[in-house]
């Protein structure tokens, strides 16, 4: 699934994986794990959409 946060599309990829474990993580009460990695994964793939952005590489 790693292949999946490479390449072109990778940035969103991490967004949308770590929007869904968010939600999963908040919706099952004592999977505060999950949700915390989901934020995580949310975060890093805003950074990488934005540096992709000022790198001139956009979509």
């Known amino acids: 699934m790693l292949f999946l946060f490479r390449g ?3 940035p969103l990829v991490r967004i ?5 474990m968010v939600a999963v993580g908040l919706l ?3 999977w505060v794990i999950l949700a915390a990695v989901g934020a995580v994964l949310l ?3 805003v950074f990488g959409l934005v540096s992709e952005q000022r790198n001139g590489r956009v979509r």
């Open 28 to 30: 099952l009460h004592g």
């Open 43 to 45: 975060i890093w793939g």
């Open 16 to 20: 949308i994986l770590g929007a869904i």
């Open 8 to 10: 072109r599309h990778g």
